[in-house]
């Protein structure tokens, strides 16, 4: 029997027991690799030695050089591995030919198998080399411009950082060890201070002595890891001495090895103002409702009694004394009706100041004051406004006071979490009048209080998930 009957005759135990060696004596990467891709790299190899052996055709052995270092490179394989794999086709070979060929034809056999594998493994060994070192090269490059990118891009993101935490009103900071380590230009200003003299400066000179006892037992329970409030209102110490209300959002971090307390301040005072003013007008309203329910009254039993007093002066006759003292007491009734009259007057609303004004802004604006509220109760506002709302006359002040007095009793009204919805719309599609809707998620008005819900001071306020009463 010759080499060309006895390859064809082994075909299948070749390419059976060259699978099974790769599985079982190369490396764990082969072992680990699927049986049908092995099937199909050591038949296209045995193929390959085949036409190289039989007919002295190396071209397919380049192609599969070609095809295999691509292929074992992607998958992480050494030189050595795939150099093991191609010397397994001399191992399987060896037991088969001896019982089949003579010495002569063995002999032939096996310099034409050795002068193959010898091309084969050389050629692959330069070839899986040249593009081992060009992926070093295309990775060394890749990473020299990924290096380079992601340089770019965190200049890039401390820019756009900075901007942000430069640009923004409120002041933003950082409190390390009891000292300013860091602070935008915002929270310089409003304490009065340059940068240079905010950096390094301790923190207790920033507050107000009469809020300096709260904020530090709060900055020292948060250094120490114990929960304290995130949020709180403080008095902070101007440079000019002056106390101003302020507002902290803080958290600790940490920052450059050590931790820290990080906050943004928020000046509050045209904040407390409007709230005051809001009180205010409430406060007076209340008394205004107060006046004219007692002048209406002290109004009808006071003119059933100046009624008969002028019938009792008229229809009998009185002289003298009696008749001075009859006329002192018509006298002073009309004095305490007039009195009446100007309680009344102050009691009636206020004429209003209308002029063009644009809804969805006056809204936005409300929301924005109890923006600080709402996220400490942890409240989500949904708005689902109109589009292209024309402007409408109204008077903005009274209609402000109006929304976020509501929007304040909701707040008020939740214990936290919850959901507040804003809806503006058309009553007719061709204009008119316009509507604000203001809703949310609580149990609703009782059906004791429904009775009272257009009494401007109805007062009940649930602390359930949260119903606002009507202003």
Same mark, same amino acid.
Request: hydrophobic fraction near 35%; aromatic fraction near 8%; charge should be neutral.
């Given at each position: 029997?010759?080499?060309?009957?006895?390859?064809?005759?082994?075909?299948?135990?070749?390419?059976?027991?060259?699978?099974?060696?790769?599985?079982?004596?190369?490396?764990?990467?082969?072992?680990?690799?699927?049986?049908?891709?092995?099937?199909?790299?050591?038949?296209?190899?045995?193929?390959?030695?085949?036409?190289?052996?039989?007919?002295?055709?190396?071209?397919?052995?380049?192609?599969?050089?070609?095809? /295999?270092?691509?292929?074992? @490179?992607?998958?992480?394989?050494? &030189?050595? *591995?795939?150099?093991? %794999?191609? #010397?397994?086709?001399?191992?399987?070979?060896?037991?088969?030919?001896?019982?089949?060929?003579?010495?002569?034809?063995?002999?032939?056999?096996?310099?034409?198998?050795?002068?193959?594998?010898?091309?084969?493994?050389?050629?692959?060994?330069?070839?899986?080399?040249?593009?081992?070192?060009?992926?070093?090269?295309?990775?060394?490059?890749?990473?020299?411009?990924?290096?380079?990118?992601?340089?770019?891009?965190?200049?890039?993101?401390?820019?756009?950082?900075?901007?942000?935490?430069?640009?923004?009103?409120?002041?933003?900071?950082?409190?390390?060890?009891?000292?300013?380590?860091?602070?935008?230009?915002?929270?310089?200003?409003?304490?009065?201070?340059?940068?240079?003299?905010?950096?390094?400066?301790?923190?207790?000179?920033? /507050?107000?002595?009469?809020? @300096?006892?709260?904020?530090?037992? &709060?900055? *020292?329970?948060?250094? %120490?890891? #114990?929960?304290?409030?995130?949020?709180?209102?403080?008095?902070?110490?101007?440079?000019?001495?002056?106390?101003?209300?302020?507002?902290?959002?803080?958290?600790?971090?940490?920052?450059?090895?050590?931790?820290?307390?990080?906050?943004?301040?928020?000046?509050?005072?045209?904040?407390?103002?409007?709230?005051?003013?809001?009180?205010?007008?409430?406060?007076?309203?209340?008394?205004?409702?107060?006046?004219?329910?007692?002048?209406?009254?002290?109004?009808?039993?006071?003119?059933?009694?100046?009624?008969?007093?002028?019938?009792?002066?008229?229809?009998?006759?009185?002289?003298?004394?009696?008749?001075?003292?009859?006329?002192?007491?018509?006298?002073?009734?009309?004095?305490?009706?007039?009195?009446?009259?100007?309680?009344?007057?102050?009691?009636?609303?206020?004429?209003?100041?209308?002029?063009?004004?644009?809804?969805?802004?006056?809204?936005?604006?409300?929301?924005?004051?109890?923006?600080?509220?709402?996220?400490?109760?942890?409240?989500?506002?949904?708005?689902?406004?109109?589009?292209?709302?024309?402007?409408?006359?109204?008077?903005?002040?009274?209609?402000?006071?109006?929304?976020?007095?509501?929007?304040?009793?909701?707040?008020?009204?939740?214990?936290?979490?919850?959901?507040?919805?804003?809806?503006?719309?058309?009553?007719?599609?061709?204009?008119?009048?316009?509507?604000?809707?203001?809703?949310?998620?609580?149990?609703?008005?009782?059906?004791?209080?429904?009775?009272?819900?257009?009494?401007?001071?109805?007062?009940?306020?649930?602390?359930?998930?949260?119903?606002?009463?009507?202003?």
């Amino acid at each position: 029997m010759d080499l060309v009957e006895t390859l064809n005759k082994y075909h299948q135990r070749i390419i059976d027991e060259w699978i099974h060696r790769l599985r079982t004596e190369v490396s764990d990467r082969y072992s680990v690799r699927p049986v049908d891709e092995l099937f199909r790299t050591v038949s296209r190899a045995n193929e390959a030695n085949y036409a190289a052996l039989i007919h002295h055709d190396l071209s397919k052995v380049n192609q599969h050089i070609h095809w /295999i270092t691509k292929l074992r @490179l992607e998958g992480g394989f050494s &030189l050595s *591995e795939v150099q093991n %794999a191609y #010397e397994l086709y001399r191992t399987v070979l060896l037991p088969i030919l001896p019982n089949e060929l003579d010495d002569k034809t063995l002999y032939d056999a096996l310099k034409r198998i050795n002068s193959t594998l010898f091309y084969t493994i050389t050629k692959f060994s330069n070839y899986f080399q040249s593009l081992h070192e060009k992926h070093l090269r295309d990775y060394a490059h890749n990473l020299e411009e990924e290096v380079e990118n992601r340089t770019k891009q965190l200049a890039e993101s401390e820019s756009k950082y900075r901007v942000l935490v430069e640009e923004i009103n409120d002041g933003y900071f950082v409190n390390q060890m009891g000292r300013i380590v860091f602070a935008n230009q915002a929270y310089c200003d409003l304490h009065g201070y340059t940068y240079q003299e905010m950096i390094g400066k301790p923190y207790e000179d920033l /507050i107000a002595p009469k809020s @300096l006892p709260v904020v530090r037992r &709060l900055y *020292e329970q948060r250094m %120490a890891g #114990e929960n304290s409030k995130d949020l709180y209102i403080y008095f902070r110490r101007h440079k000019d001495g002056s106390a101003l209300p302020t507002e902290n959002k803080v958290k600790r971090i940490f920052y450059q090895g050590e931790f820290a307390v990080a906050g943004i301040c928020r000046d509050i005072t045209e904040r407390i103002k409007t709230e005051r003013r809001i009180r205010e007008s409430e406060r007076l309203a209340h008394i205004g409702k107060l006046t004219t329910s007692l002048a209406h009254e002290i109004r009808n039993p006071l003119s059933s009694v100046k009624m008969n007093s002028q019938i009792i002066l008229k229809n009998i006759t009185f002289d003298g004394n009696d008749k001075r003292r009859m006329e002192i007491v018509i006298h002073e009734i009309s004095r305490l009706e007039r009195i009446l009259d100007e309680m009344l007057d102050f009691a009636r609303p206020l004429k209003l100041k209308l002029e063009p004004v644009s809804l969805h802004p006056l809204i936005d604006n409300c929301l924005e004051i109890m923006d600080d509220r709402l996220r400490e109760k942890e409240i989500h506002v949904k708005k689902r406004y109109a589009r292209s709302l024309p402007q409408i006359p109204l008077d903005q002040e009274k209609m402000e006071q109006a929304i976020f007095n509501i929007l304040l009793n909701a707040v008020e009204a939740f214990l936290e979490g919850g959901h507040i919805e804003v809806t503006t719309r058309r009553l007719r599609k061709d204009g008119g009048a316009m509507v604000i809707e203001i809703s949310d998620d609580g149990p609703g008005i009782s059906p004791e209080d429904l009775p009272y819900v257009f009494d401007p001071f109805l007062a009940t306020k649930r602390k359930a998930r949260g119903w606002a009463s009507p202003m």
